[in-house]
């Protein structure tokens, strides 16, 4: 057995805290995961996970609006604008108004931005390939309908609680 916590039973890392925390817990360590791969792109390519992601959306849909770049990322406009105009600023997007509507900007990338879409390795979306072969289509499939059944109620934020009641979370 050799417990490193004195035969106390399993390692804290392994008990079991219930399915809502255990499913918790896993969500907490993909977000680290993405915060420390991001962080090593931005030191090694020099852009974040986000903004690669935001490259290659725009890159599948030259001509993007900005608003619906935000919905595809389920981001709010105003957080995206920020991240958008230090991308044009360093040369990776082109922001054009909207011909028939001025206040709408489309999004083009530039061939620097085109070429930091063609990355492979060491990027987000690189360790999320590997995972997803390994994965059968019928687990991928329940896997994305959790995720977005996840995403959706996180949406409703505290909307949803009856009045005069908090979160507690």
Same mark, same amino acid.
């Given at each position: 057995?050799? @417990? ?24 907490? #360590? +993909?977000?680290? /995961? ?8 931005? &030191?090694?390519?020099? +852009? &974040?996970?986000?903004?690669?992601? +935001? ?7 030259? /001509? ?5 770049? #935000?919905?595809?990322? @389920? ?14 600023? %360093?040369?990776?997007?082109?922001? %054009? ?17 085109? %070429? ?16 997803? #072969? ?8 329940? &896997?994305? @309908? ?9 949406? %409703? ?13």
């Amino acid at each position: 057995m050799g @417990h490193q916590n004195g035969g106390l039973g399993p390692e804290p890392d392994t008990r079991s805290l219930g399915n809502v925390m255990d499913f918790l817990r896993l969500l907490w #360590a +993909i977000n680290h /995961g993405l915060a420390t791969t991001s962080r090593f792109m931005k &030191t090694r390519f020099g +852009i &974040t996970g986000r903004q690669r992601l +935001i490259i290659r959306v725009v890159g599948e849909f030259p /001509g993007i609006s900005a608003g619906d770049l #935000a919905r595809i990322l @389920h981001l709010d406009p105003s957080t995206l604008t920020g991240a958008l105009q230090l991308m044009s600023q %360093r040369g990776l997007l082109i922001l %054009r108004a909207d011909q028939s509507d001025r206040r709408r900007l489309r999004l083009h990338l530039t061939p620097k931005g085109r %070429r930091l879409g063609h990355m492979s390795m060491g990027t987000v979306e690189a360790a999320v390939s590997r995972t997803l #072969a390994r994965i059968p289509p019928s687990k991928l499939k329940a &896997t994305r @309908h959790v995720l977005s059944l996840l995403a959706d109620n996180l949406d %409703r934020k505290d909307s949803e609680l009856p009045s005069g009641r908090a979160s507690s979370a």
